[in-house]
């Protein structure tokens, strides 16, 4: 049985720690082009918190649920590829 620990959380997170668990697994320069038509940098600054004048950014409360929508877009792809292996 594989046990998981879990760090208490401590004021807010950003995005890339939220996605901690899935951010090796996906490129998220494609997502941000295809998605947001936005560069990779910018994407990858939303994601840690910082622009690249190391002021504080985050994705906006739109940003946040076009973010979702790709997620999930991606989700249905992957589960609908899988589903074509015989």
């Known amino acids: 049985m594989e ?3 879990t760090r208490p959380q401590t ?3 950003t995005m890339y720690q939220q996605m901690d668990d899935i951010f090796d697994a996906i490129s998220w320069g494609c997502l941000a082009k295809t998605y947001f038509d936005k560069s990779a940098s ?5 994601m840690q918190g910082r ?3 190391m002021k504080p950014t985050e994705f906006s409360p739109n940003e946040k649920q076009q973010l979702k ?3 999930c ?3 249905d792809r ?3 590829a899988a589903d074509t292996i015989e």
């Not at 910018?42 to 939303?46: A, D, E, I």
């Open 3 to 5: 046990t998981t620990m």
């Open 11 to 13: 004021g807010r997170q």
């Open 42 to 46: 910018w994407f990858y600054h939303k």
């Open 51 to 53: 622009d690249g004048n």
């Open 69 to 71: 929508g790709a997620l």
């Open 73 to 75: 877009d991606l989700a």
């Open 78 to 80: 992957i589960r609908r």
